[in-house]
């Protein structure tokens, strides 16, 4: 239900995650790996992809999701070829935070490979 509370199970799900540092970190390399396969699969013309920390994800114990979003943002962008000069422009005009985001077109991106 959007705005309800999270149930306890998906809560504590998440406190298991962020207490197991190794699972963390698999965790995050499976996404990658996932989506960087998808963007080989369908090799779409532009990915934009951003992060914000949530407020509501904060107050109710699942900062985890917020630390493994950023960290997915991070990796996918390393993979996929970085934010060019342009891009970092664009956000800088849009007041944006370049490290929140990812923009990446398919003349930019190295070979996404897991």
Known sequence: L??????????????????????LEATSRR???ELCALV???R?????????????QRTHGLETA?????SVLIQLRDRLGGM?????????GLRQDPERW???SDRDWRPATP
């Not at 959007?2 to 699972?23: E, F, K, V």
Request: proline fraction near 5%; include cysteine.
């Open 102 to 104: 990812l923009i990446v």
């Open 40 to 42: 080989s699969e369908i």
């Open 44 to 56: 779409p013309r532009l990915v934009v992809m951003s992060h914000y920390a949530s407020w509501y």
């Open 31 to 33: 996404v990658v790996r």
């Open 84 to 92: 060019t000069l342009g891009n970092r422009r664009l956000l800088a």
């Open 2 to 23: 959007p705005g309800g509370p999270c149930s306890s199970d998906l809560r504590l799900a998440w406190r298991r995650l962020g207490n197991d540092r190794r699972l």
């Open 66 to 70: 917020d630390r493994l979003a950023q």
